[in-house]
Structure formats: structure tokens, C-alpha cells
């Protein structure tokens, strides 16, 4: 038979469309959902300007997801590594869902507060990319 490789790996940069909702599941894991604008401008055709936004729901894990739960608010930019992963459930009315998401591995926070932003809480040494607590 043959073996198919695959390969799962996605690199973002964005910002935090809401402050991140931290939970935790019945046994104690900490979990972040964040959802990211990514933003695009380019030049179509006719010489116009064009800007697009993608929004990206993100889940991250463990003690990562309690620092992003500490450190990030709406607005703030983040660069993060991560996979993707389908979600699939089932609605009110019984039908399938499904919905693409990205699970959080690795993260940097970017930049500094805005203007209108709270202080920031941010810890003075940041750390490089920082690994996550993956359960799955």
C-alpha cells in the first residue's frame, strides 16, 4: 500500500478581533479561543486598492492559553504557529456542522500597546516563539 505524507503546519499574523475567552474543561486544562482579523491590501486589475479581511477562529491550550488569557485584548497583534483542525458538531436543528479552525503551538506576542489601549501587562522579557501545551 501506499503511505500519503502530509504535512500540517500554518504561520499567522493578525490581531485579536475580542479579548480572548479562557476557560477551563472539567479536568483543569486552561483554554483560549481568540479569533484574528488577518488583513490584505493589494491592487486589483483596475488599479484599485483593495483590502480584505480574513477572520480565523484560533484555540490554544495549557499554560499558553492562560498567558494569552493574561496578556492579550482585542486589538493586540500576535504571531503564532500552529495546525489546522476541523470542528464538526451537530446543530439545534440536527444538521451537520463543520468549521475549519487553527490549534495554537507556538506564539509570539507583536509589537507594543496602542495609544487607546490599557497598559500593558506584558512581562518586560518577552520570549521568543514559545511552545504550547498541545493536549491532542
Known amino acids: 500500500k501506499h503511505k500519503m505524507n502530509a504535512f500540517n503546519k500554518v504561520i499567522l499574523m493578525g490581531n485579536l478581533t475580542r479579548d480572548p475567552e479562557l476557560r477551563y474543561t472539567p479536568k483543569g486544562t486552561a483554554v483560549a479561543k481568540l479569533s484574528l482579523a488577518l488583513n490584505r491590501k493589494y491592487t ?15 484555540d490554544a491550550f495549557g499554560k499558553t492559553a492562560e498567558t494569552i488569557g493574561q496578556f492579550m485584548q482585542k486589538g493586540r497583534a500576535i504571531l503564532l504557529e500552529g495546525r489546522l483542525k476541523m470542528d464538526e458538531w451537530d446543530d439545534k436543528e440536527g444538521k451537520r456542522r463543520h468549521k475549519l479552525c487553527v490549534i495554537l503551538e507556538k506564539f509570539h506576542f507583536v509589537g507594543g ?8 501587562k506584558e512581562p518586560a522579557n518577552k520570549s521568543p516563539i514559545a511552545d504550547a501545551d498541545v493536549p491532542f
Open 44 to 58: 486589483d486589475k483596475d488599479g484599485q486598492t483593495v483590502e480584505d479581511t480574513t477572520f480565523v477562529d484560533v
Open 113 to 120: 500597546k496602542s495609544d487607546n489601549a490599557a497598559p500593558s
